[in-house]
């Protein structure tokens, strides 16, 4: 009897800190070597324990937390978004969109809250965009009330929604449905991000507001197929306009600025599989695209990854881009382990990715980066039943050979 009481104890008592460290620590630096540390964002879960808010403050349990998104505001608060899913650890059902805040760049998180819910439906894949002019944050996230595969089959469809906070994430706006600008009749499954969009702070499209979405439509056979596009918008969130759409197979993504009237988006390939992520460029602020090619220098299992540009340019145009995704040698590639999470640098607009960094060599999912500061790169992944936000130096991602 004592022995299941310490059992149901240690079940209650969740762990948040991960103590993992990345790179080297500097002993004589406190407050360097303090940031270096890694810190659980949401507790440990298990289909068992599940993840009960009311002891970790918040107004809801939940069977799995998954998806990190990390945005920085202009007052340097840092935002991690997350989908709640209440029952289950699948894509679809009761689903919310959680939070937590950092003031301190990630040392320290407060309570979970919950942004969106959607009655028993599902709203997720939270996207935020940061507007440096304004401090505005805009949110835009998906909803459906059936399972996957009816919306695959085109049985039903998700709507595409917006909402913004003016206070740094504290409090958020109501809904507003954008899916009449936002999607196409024939487009079912619809996904924004996972993972953060940007404001395009250069060239004739500066202030423009991009984000990362991709759908499922149907081929002339009934089956149905994957693309990416963007979604952009230069009346600060008003009106939404579609960008090109891409070849078969892309999927989730994400977009970085490389240099003035320049944008790179980094995709995952769902079908036409060729065991490596999928770019292309946009020279018009995201409206139209080039073909979608396969990077063989950036091998990487079937599954969402993160690019981000820093803001140092080191060849003086070209922003150094930073990558992330589960890259797992060919044989676990090709059974589609999520594992052996790897960051790469590119100084070249993404032509090559000369430095890296192992960030997680066993389990890893879903990932998200975002630049500190001019020193500190941090990526937060899933790494089931654990969330990690861990933080490097630049200096730590080395050449490789």
Not at 338 to 365: F, I, N, Q, Y
Request: hydrophobic share 35%.
């Amino acid at each position: 009897m004592a022995d299941q009481t310490a059992d149901a104890q240690s079940e209650r008592n969740i762990p948040l800190t991960d103590v993992y460290v990345c790179g080297q620590l500097t002993p004589n630096e406190p407050k360097l070597t303090s940031m270096r540390l890694q810190w659980s964002l949401f507790a440990f879960q298990s289909p068992s324990a599940g993840v009960r808010m009311s002891e970790i403050a918040g107004p809801a349990d939940y069977h799995s937390i998954v998806g990190l998104v990390l945005a920085k505001t202009t007052n340097n608060t840092l935002l991690a978004f997350a989908e709640g899913r209440r029952n289950s650890l699948d894509d679809f059902g009761d689903i919310d969109i959680l939070l937590r805040r950092s003031t301190d760049y990630g040392l320290t998180w407060d309570d979970i809250r919950v942004v969106d819910a959607f009655g028993n439906g599902q709203i997720g894949n939270p996207c935020p965009i940061v507007d440096r002019d304004t401090g505005r944050i805009y949110l835009l996230s998906c909803t459906s009330v059936e399972e996957e595969l009816a919306i695959l089959t085109g049985s039903s469809y998700r709507e595409v929604w917006l909402c913004y906070s003016d206070d740094d994430g504290l409090t958020w706006s109501e809904l507003r449905n954008i899916s009449p600008m936002a999607r196409r009749e024939d487009w079912f499954w619809y996904a924004t991000g996972p993972a953060g969009g940007i404001q395009i702070q250069a060239g004739a499209h500066a202030g423009r507001l991009v984000a990362p979405t991709n759908h499922s439509y149907l081929k002339a056979d009934g089956s149905h197929e994957y693309a990416c596009h963007s979604l952009y918008s230069d009346d600060r969130g008003e009106t939404w306009h579609i960008g090109s759409v891409s070849g078969p197979g892309g999927n989730e993504n994400q977009i970085a600025e490389v240099a003035e009237d320049l944008l790179i988006q980094d995709i995952r390939l769902q079908t036409n599989r060729t065991g490596y992520r999928a770019y292309r460029y946009s020279r018009d602020g995201g409206e139209t695209w080039d073909e979608m090619r396969s990077d063989p220098a950036r091998p990487c299992t079937k599954t969402q990854g993160s690019i981000i540009a820093l803001s140092e340019r080191p060849d003086g145009m070209h922003h150094a881009l930073v990558t992330c995704n589960p890259a797992p040698v060919e044989s676990r590639r090709a059974l589609n382990r999520r594992e052996h999470l790897v960051c790469r640098m590119s100084t070249d607009g993404g032509k090559t990715w000369p430095r890296s960094l192992v960030v997680e060599p066993a389990s890893a999912g879903y990932s998200t980066l975002l630049e500190i500061d001019s020193e500190r790169i941090a990526v937060a992944y899933d790494r089931h039943p654990r969330m990690s936000f861990r933080t490097f130096y630049r200096e730590d991602l080395r050449l490789e050979g």
